[in-house]
């Protein structure tokens, strides 16, 4: 019980960190390319500094993970993710990428390099090793169906924010409204690692305390 328990932590996490990482950044996207003027190229490139904070913080969690256990990480990964997005919903039809954007981007890749890490793992703990691509598969699904609602529940907010005008300004404020929810999304992580995770972190470390026996992926 207490393993399927973790195990739909995981689930729970993948599903809102999906709505908060595919439905957010489509209106990241829309902001820096329609508002700032980005060519979709550029905008590419204004993005990378949340892949390389993501890279990094997975690195550095994955590396101590048998330290921290999986709920720490978990649990204030949120707080990052929600607090980036709290930044994003400054933006303005007169905003900035480096004063509206990068801190925002920066602070999401750590938040979800923070999740993604003890998700994977969590999914993964105690699952026979046949069984261990299935179990992987649906910790990826989750991810894809929480961007799918987080796509259709953003694109409403926003609509519903633009209604009266599709002006710069306008489109600024839809999306702002659609980070103020995706923070809300975001922090709902949180008090699902404090309940619902209950693997010590030793376990997470095998029996001589150092290395992680599960998959880090």
């Known amino acids: 019980m207490a393993t399927e328990r973790n195990r739909g932590a995981a689930f729970l996490a993948a599903l809102l960190s999906g709505a908060v990482l595919i439905g957010g950044i489509l209106f990241i996207n829309f902001y820096i390319q329609i508002v700032l003027g980005f060519a979709p190229f550029l905008a590419g490139l204004a993005s990378l500094p949340m892949t390389v ?6 690195g550095l969690v994955a590396k101590n993970l ?11 990964g949120p707080v990052f993710m929600a607090a980036a997005m709290l930044w994003l919903t400054q933006v303005s039809a007169d905003g900035s990428y480096f004063v509206n954007m990068l801190p925002a981007l920066l602070l999401l890749g750590v938040g979800l390099g923070m999740v993604f890490v003890p998700m994977q793992n969590l999914a993964l703990f105690g699952v026979d090793q046949d069984d261990s691509g299935v179990a992987s598969a649906l910790v990826n699904a989750s991810q894809q169906i929480g961007g799918s609602l ?13 209604a009266d005008g599709v002006s710069l300004a306008a489109l600024s404020t839809g999306y702002s409204m659609v980070f103020l929810w995706a923070a809300g999304v975001a922090i709902l992580i949180a008090p699902i690692a404090l309940l619902l995770i209950t693997i010590d972190r030793r376990k997470f470390a095998g029996t001589d305390g150092d290395a ?3 998959h880090l992926g």
Not at 53 to 58: D, E, K, N, S, V
């Open 212 to 214: 992680p026996i599960v």
């Open 66 to 76: 048998p330290k921290l256990g999986a709920k720490i990480p978990t649990a204030a």
């Open 53 to 58: 904070a993501l890279i990094i913080t997975a």
């Open 150 to 162: 987080g796509i259709a529940l953003f694109s409403t907010i926003a609509a519903a924010a633009t």
